[in-house]
């Protein structure tokens, strides 16, 4: 008998009865006390969920160094309809999680794209200029936003539209997590391990966001993404034939710093930083 049968057939029910388990409404975790001089973090997320699918780097820089974490949310998702209760959403996961959370516009930003980048030069212009006014403002020690090629428009719209905001700003520094989902990134420099308890409280955030998930229950695949993580980033960020780390879950970003007007690598390879390391050790 394939001993394998009974490790695939129970992930499988698993999966299976995760799909019944309850969406939302639960009790807020605890987040830690965060001293007034704290440094900010500003998560970018494209779409409401961004923050909890991808935010686990941020959670632990919550949980672990007591840093402020703001969520920004760039849009509210291209469906107008859906636009007030994806608000109502996201304020739920941010509490949830212990994030604050920053609207760009009453409704979010819209046609964050490339294509409005080259085409609708004064709506780009003003959704740069508010991008650039929240980093002014927060100062943060470090961002997130999704990498160059995330394949979805609008992820890759918000990567533009930081580092034109970026660029805006004379003598702006700080440290930028590029993230990927959608689009894979052929070139990360850093995996991040989460304890079980961070994948959890991300599922558990990922489903305050009901409306998109009772149409695709894609939160009880986060384990999955995250383990497979540990696959790709065993070579990806550990170099070709390198021995992977006993990690269980795992997010891969590129780490570099925003510094004299562009990104620039502040060290050489790739790195691991597991559960047992400071999750602010890289940012002095």
Known sequence: MNPYLNFVSSTAHLARDAKNLPLGG????????????AP??????????????????????????KWNI????VTQGSKRERQAARLIEVK??????????LQTAAN?????????????????????????????????????????NDWNDTHIGVNLLVRDALRSLPDFECYCIETEFWGQNDSPNLMVEYSETDVADLIA??????????????????????????????????????TAPQFTFAQLFRLRKWSRGRLENFYEGGRNLSKEQSASEFFA
């Open 26 to 37: 639960f009790d807020s975790c605890l987040p830690p006390t965060i001293a007034e001089d």
């Open 40 to 65: 900010n973090v500003l998560f970018f997320a494209p779409h409401p969920d961004d923050e909890t699918i991808q935010g686990g780097f941020a959670l632990r820089l919550l949980r672990e160094a």
């Open 70 to 73: 703001l969520n920004v949310a």
């Open 92 to 101: 739920a996961a941010c509490k949830y999680l212990g994030f604050s959370l």
């Open 108 to 148: 979010g930003f819209e046609k964050v794209s490339p294509k409005t980048r080259e085409t609708e030069l004064s709506l780009w212009a003003h959704m740069v200029e508010v991008t650039a006014k929240i980093l002014a403002d927060r100062k943060p020690r470090v961002i997130f936003f999704p990498h160059d």
């Open 205 to 242: 955030a990922t489903s305050f966001h009901v409306g998109e998930v009772q149409r695709n229950p894609y939160h009880i695949l986060l384990p999955a993404w995250l383990m497979d993580n540990v696959r790709r980033g065993a070579e990806l960020v550990g170099g070709q034939g390198a």
